[in-house]
């Protein structure tokens, strides 16, 4: 399996999709979502997972990976750019906007694409895609420890697909 994005060319994310985008919630968090296509998956994929995580913000969000975008029971193989904010067929995830480093942003604009913003130098961040064998048991507003234990005993494949924002 692989997962490609039009929206990292040569390693480096596109502004749009972060900061320096012209795409933000009420409390100036980029939502723009990354656009993504799998190719080459597993056969009896029945869903996709995704999370997007930044760990280059350990030294500043005080010792944890900040999460960007938890989505689950994903079944078409292209998510075009912004559909974190349009699309109603799959279900997503609380991003690290919510905890205390994020400003506490509340769980409903938490449940969405929250945008790459280093505070601090260019971050590397990852897009983990995981096929699945079956749907997950998952509503709109789950945890990352959610995902992982429903995902538990049903990936088939994975793949990381890596890119650098600027500061």
């Known amino acids: 399996m692989k997962v490609v994005s039009a929206g990292i060319k040569n390693g480096v994310i596109e502004d749009k999709y972060g900061k320096h985008g012209d795409h933000f919630n009420q409390n100036g968090v980029p939502t723009w979502s990354l656009p993504f296509e799998i190719l080459d998956a597993p056969e009896h994929a029945k869903s996709f997972a995704v999370l997007l995580e930044d760990k280059d913000a350990y030294p500043v969000s005080g010792g944890f990976s900040w999460v960007h975008w938890l989505a689950a029971n994903i079944t078409r193989r292209k998510i075009e750019e ?65 995902l992982f234990h429903a995902m538990e005993g049903h990936i088939l494949d994975q793949y990381t697909l890596k890119g650098e924002y600027r500061n």
């Open 82 to 146: 912004n559909e974190s904010q349009i699309a109603t067929d799959f279900v997503q995830g609380v991003n690290s906007w919510i905890s205390i480093q994020g400003g506490q942003q509340s769980k409903e604009l938490s449940s969405f694409y929250g945008g790459m913003a280093p505070p601090n130098e260019p971050h590397l961040y990852e897009l983990h895609v995981y096929a699945l064998d079956t749907m997950l048991d998952l509503n709109n507003g789950f945890m990352l420890n959610d």
